[in-house]
């Protein structure tokens, strides 16, 4: 249709000390998309994660996000234009409730200056006021709205899972991308965490892309499955067709 995909990858490459972890990784996210990033323990994911978003510097190829260039910028840069990526590592503080943290998630955002909180004027007020309408607000299309005033510590595991989500969404990115969002969850826990999700893009975020080892929850949420294998991209389709590829399936045997 002519319209520039969200987020492009070109010929993306990873070199560690000769070790190429990723080699000539090209492609797209459409605005309205959920893709799924698969592949087998060490294939290459979280490698090209941390080049789409800044923390690593590829070897070669480029990112366009938006149709900017921002191969070599920032992290802080690249998340402040929209692209904002979650960790393995959990980004809740224990002792601040539910709320809270997702203020917090707004702050560290960047979003609004902390310290212009300390001399507040008008203008200021009304930020704050807005801050924590977006806050109940992303809380409570997370489904945790009864959770609200919780402390964190007194969440289970799928409540946990979700609130990250929601920290992350207070940044409020436009390319959402998480790094294995539903680990350690059990499959009932994980089909409430993938409804969920299913929800955002078009109401809270322009599109999703998620690394995940939980098959179903990947293949129940993506419109489109892109899998890694040893750094290169071995297939790409709709999730009924990636379930079905022959060479998938071996990739993964063979690491079994
Ligand atoms: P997993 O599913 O286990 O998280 P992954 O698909 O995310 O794996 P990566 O973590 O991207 O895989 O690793 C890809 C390859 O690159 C692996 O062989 C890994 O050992 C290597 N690698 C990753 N990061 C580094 C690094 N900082 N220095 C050297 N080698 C690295």
């Known amino acids: 249709n002519g319209k520039s995909p969200l987020l492009r990858a070109d010929t993306l490459c990873m070199n560690f000390g000769g070790i190429m972890a990723v080699k000539d990784f090209s492609f797209h996210i459409d605005a309205g998309e959920t893709v799924g990033l698969i592949g087998p323990n060490g294939a290459g994911k979280t490698t090209c994660f941390n080049m789409l978003t800044g923390f690593y510097s590829p070897s070669n190829g480029r990112v366009l996000f938006k149709g900017e260039d921002i191969t070599n910028r ?10 904002v990526r979650s960790f393995q590592k959990t980004n809740v503080m224990k002792r601040l409730t539910v709320f809270e943290n997702v203020l917090t998630g707004h702050y560290m955002a960047g979003r609004q200056s902390l310290l212009s909180t300390f001399f507040p004027g008008e203008k200021v007020r009304r930020a704050e006021r807005e801050a924590r309408e977006s806050a109940a607000e992303i809380v409570e299309t997370m489904g945790l709205s009864h959770r609200m005033n919780a402390p964190a510590s007194l ?4 409540e946990l899972r979700l609130l990250e989500v929601a920290v992350a969404l207070a940044a409020k990115p436009s390319l959402l991308m998480l790094d294995e969002p539903a680990a350690g969850l059990n499959s009932h826990e994980a089909t409430t965490f993938g409804a969920v999700l299913k929800t955002l893009v078009g109401r809270s975020i322009d599109a999703l892309l998620i690394v ?3 098959m179903e929850l990947v293949m129940s949420v993506s419109d489109r499955i892109v899998v890694l294998n040893f750094g290169r991209k ?11 590829n022959r060479e998938v399936a071996e990739a993964y045997l063979g690491k079994a």
């Open 155 to 158: 969440l289970s595991c799928g």
């Open 234 to 244: 071995l297939a790409e389709g709709k999730p009924t067709d990636i379930l079905e």
């Open 212 to 214: 995940e080892h939980n």
């Open 74 to 83: 920032k992290p802080h840069a690249i998340a402040r234009l929209g692209l």
